[in-house]
């Protein structure tokens, strides 16, 4: 008699909800450890971190502040994971988007109101649909490998602002590298009056609602799906691949870009290097917990933004430092997949063959 | 060892024979009680078509696999091998048909690898070198020891296997198709040196399906059919003519019913296609073929002649290097697999599950695959799922494929019912020619005389199909005409009524036939 661990041959969807619910269960229990290490009160700690996120509307609109751009940003991954291209430049999409959208809101003021905030978000889209769209192009035309060329994208992309903001963009007689603060009218509206809510949250639901259509209702999305799944299968099928990777990384770039221009004119209302604090990254965490599904990201997206927004109230009252909830964002990631993994797997005991 | 650094310990084996082997695999007899043996100084070929029991054979002998029953004797000595590296210490060695090489190390760090030095904890990579350079003078292996694996050719590559296989001091050498990768100036050196290998007293068991390299070769010839041994003779009492026949089985002919039909226009043509394999060798070497519509044109041939090559040809997949494909008088060479289907084109391929579904994708995505973009399955942007579950339930009813619900992912379904789907999508199309890969392997009775009635039922609705298929049982049923495929170039091609197993075997075996064409 031995033990034999095996693939499940079909797997049991409420085992990998369950697996879903253990892996959270055990990265609070590591967190928790943390939290004791840095010397505070577990109860205290996590009892500040639920009221900063969720105790009233006014932490509630903040912590869906903090979701938009992750939830953006999840999409945008969504999309081009589900094709099987790694985009790891959400990142640099969304400062690509950000910047097209600050110059639209800068040079096209006198545009209606109505008018100049399409513009700004028709922009943002371009803008992170060109940065998304050149490694798409790069991998279907030389094969150039996707994950390398975005992450560079990125470095471009970061410097060339940073060089914008200590020139060119720099709001005249001010030392700090960021733009002048745009015009009222180039500001997304807020929709939860008294708090930061803006119309950023409305569209980044919207993207998710587009996600899921395009995804799933369209021959586009199929294609989408088919390439991710067996290209090989899709390509004997006359799928072209090359096409569904150059549309894919155009559309992941709006998205991504969106987000950029959704946090400059919705929240910050100028364009600094440090509005983004790792979105793009942040993404695909929020993408893979959410399971590649736009409704997994939304959550997924709403948590950690919970997370960011509630560690704030955590480390007033107990002084645990902020940086702790980063922490807790990776072991939420790394308990969260292996239980989904683990899932996949049971154990059977089999008898020896004579 | 002591004495002399540079010295090869040879473990000398002067007979090595296999018993009674059985071995059963899920739902196969691999091997039905074979014997087989090999004695110093001889080459001892192992011929049979793919899935005879050859390799299985082969990889007992070398102790990847264990056999059910029957025993092993080394030297008259019965053995039990558990492992290659037991197999080793008998002084059995396998050259491998896929190389096991690393591409970044040199020749000689490949063959140190995994040998303990003769310096202890140190390298002593100049000692190997040096032995490397010997054995290659006594055998005709010129290799340059300093060269990285990934600048050799395959010919090359090979060679640095079998040295790989001789400075363990293996007498008895299992080439597992050797030849199979080689270009024909490479065969001749290959010959070379395995001549002088039983000339030094090694024992060579050489696996493979070609006729005239057996008899080239060979002292001794044993031929394997589905699992049994056919026969054993000296090679001074076979020719390639009883080889042939011993190779594919049986005299006699089953046919099915095979109604006469018109036939029309030749709608699908190959005129001197070429095309490089995966390897990037060639590996068609000039195809012309003509069907007509109402025809199955089946091709045969042991499998890796450029049968999935040529199929991939013509679905618009492999670019052709020379050549032109004509499909009802258009010529399509160069044209997207997209831009075909829609010409008329289907395509069963022979890796269902690879190439053929998404395994992930449910029954009904899976048989809209293709005609997704169109009515009546999408109109506008939207794809329309009332009409995707209307035709996917029609289908899965007519084809009889068996499945919970239209919504469950293709991965669970067996085999057949895969099949069955593949053909319901390739068939629901009217295609007007159709090619066909290995459409029934792996399949139960049922499903295959299922596959098959569909396929002949194309061919009364006047559609051309190239039906390419290992099973030639199902090339002589099936087929009004049938080529033979060999090395990527056509042997032949002949009327089902003048095709006999001996005459298909020859060429299957390489042997070019006159024929009318």
Redesign the interface.
Known sequence: MRYKLEKRPVQNPWLQTLAVFIGLAAALGVSCLLIISAGANVGEALTAIFNGSFGDWDALAETLVQATPLIFCGMAIVIAFRARVWNIGAEGQFFAGAMVAILVAMNLSFLPRPLLIFAIILGAMVGGAIWGGIPGFLKARFNANEIITTVMMNYIIMFFLSYLLSSVWREPGHFFLQTARIPGAAQLPVVASGTRLHFGFILSLISGLFAYLLLWKTPLGYEIRAVGINPVAAQYKGISIKKITILTMIISGAIAGLAGGSEVTGLHFRLRLDISTGYGYTGIIIALLGRLHPVGVIIAAIFFGALVNGSTSMQIITGVPVALVYCVEAIVLIFVLSADIISRYRIRRVRDVK | MTTDQTAINLIKVDSLEARGIVKRFPGVLANDHIDFEVHAGEVHSLLGENGAGKSTLMKILYGMYQPDEGEILVNGKVVRIRSPLDAMSHGIGMVHQHFMLVPTLTVTENIALGLPSSRKVLLDLDVVARRIEELAAIYHLQINPKAPVWQLSVGEQQRVEILKVLYRGASVLILDEPTAVLTPQEVDGLFKTLHKMVAQGHALVFISHKLWEVMALSNRVTVLHTGRMVGELPIEEADERKLASMMVGRDFLMRVDHPEVEMGEVHLELKGIRALGESGLESLKGVDLRIRSGEILGLAGVSGNGQRDLAEVI?G?RPPTAGEVFMEGVDVTGW???????HGLS?I?EARM????????SVS?NLI??D??YPP??DG???NFKNIAKESKRLVETFDIKTPSIATPIK?LSGGNIQKLILAREISRGPRVLVAAQPTRGLDIRATEYVRRRITEQREKGVTTLLISEDLDEILSLSDRIAVIFEGEIMGVVDRDDATFENLGLMMGGRKMETEE
């Open positions: 679905a997949l997207t697999p997209a831009k075909l289907l829609e395509y391929p690879v190439d053929g579904t998404v395994g992930d994708f995505e695959m293709k997704h973009t399955y999408a942007i939207f794809m669970n």
